[in-house]
């Protein structure tokens, strides 16, 4: 399976992404874990240090891990599928190159995508893909390029790269674009935008995931709450009643705008991106499957 993970900037989706990684490998699964872009949250939450864009580690708890930068892959591509020959290390060192793949539109998205499917369905190494596909605009980009690139082109190499990569995104059987948001207005909101884009785009969602969720009170609970005798411990536990009721109002109105039931991520103590990401992986273990 291939899973795409993205969300608004803080929500941890970088965590939840390593978290799916560990998951399916700790069932025996191979992994590989891509962050689309320059090695950050993914790498850090995985302790990951891929050498070069493309290079793959492995790291502690059987996960392989690996960063698509756009440009490399460009190169990549142009050197093993153009064929440029001796030719290639003059074009690719020309500072007009530099500057072609920077000003083409969509150019980067297209052949990071492709590169993702390479390693996916051709390499037949990975059971399972796991990509940190970055913040939702940066995901939308990647993810919409395929057919965008598709209907351009009506014909040759490019039409038919992309439609290849179109279909396999369009595709539940093997995809699955999950979408990470907190139980906050402005987080859920633009996840509820980003799965309605992804339905407009005819394109494989998987769960809306909210993270950091707290656990829902006892019914008796406000009753309780009225019984306290001590004024700061009372205001304690008001201001956690009326944060887990914010959250349920929040995922309620989510689930109701898109028909999709949200799935919760327990809130975590404070620590460590790794320890989360691995105290993440049994919750969302059936996600990852």
Known sequence: MLHFI??????????IAAAFALAAAARGARVLAIELGDPAGLCRALRARPASPGAIER??????????????AVAEYLTRKVHLGRFARPILDHPLYNAFVAAAPGLRELVAIGKVRDEFILQRRWEVVV????????????????????????SGRVHREASVNAELLRDPSLVAIHVVATAEEMPLGEAAQTIETLRTLDLAIGRVIVNRC???????????LARVDDV??????????SWEQIQERGIAA?????????VRVPRLPIM?????????????AELAA
Not at 6 to 15: A, C, E, L, P, Q
Not at 60 to 67: C, D, I, N, Q, W
Not at 148 to 153: D, G, P, S
Not at 232 to 241: M, P
């Open 59 to 72: 790291v502690a708890g059987g996960v392989h891990v690996a960063y698509f930068d756009g440009a490399a």
């Open 232 to 241: 700061v411990v009372a205001d304690v536990l008001y201001r956690a009643r």
């Open 131 to 154: 990509v940190d596909a970055g913040a939702s605009g940066h995901a939308l980009e990647h993810l919409r390029m395929p057919a965008a690139a598709a209907k351009t082109f009506s």
């Open 214 to 224: 707290v656990p829902p009170a006892p019914p008796d609970v406000d009753d309780a």
């Open 272 to 284: 460590e991106m790794n320890a989360q990401a691995r105290a993440l992986a049994w919750p969302i």
């Open 6 to 15: 993205t969300g608004k900037g803080g929500v941890g989706k970088s965590t």
């Open 254 to 262: 989510l689930q109701a705008r898109l028909g999709l039931a949200a």
